[in-house]
């Protein structure tokens, strides 16, 4: 699938007790309202998840970029089973 009027979300900050910034996160999604992408920020390390999703909108993969990134890849049997 892939995005039609991509709509994201404002980035959310995350701070410690002394409201000093630790780092953000950030999300876009498709124009259904499934997740396209959520980005992490903190210190010196970014990290982005970019997922994917079939024609029937079921998870299809993820691929993250990054450090200590993972990337999966998701099918389903003919009955619709993960």
């Known amino acids: ?10 980035n959310l900050s995350v701070v410690d007790q002394a409201n000093n910034p630790l780092g953000s996160v950030g999300y876009s999604y ?5 997740i396209l ?3 992490l920020a903190g210190g010196s ?3 982005s ?4 999703y079939d024609s ?12 200590g ?6 099918s389903f049997s003919p009955s619709g089973r993960l």
């Open 69 to 74: 990134a993972l990337d999966e890849t998701f």
């Open 1 to 10: 699938m892939r995005p039609l009027n991509v709509q994201e979300s404002p």
């Open 30 to 34: 498709y124009a259904n309202g499934q």
């Open 49 to 52: 998840r970019t997922i994917t």
């Open 37 to 39: 992408e959520r980005d």
């Open 56 to 67: 029937a909108r079921r998870l299809e993969s993820v691929t993250e970029t990054g450090p």
């Open 45 to 47: 390390m970014t990290r």
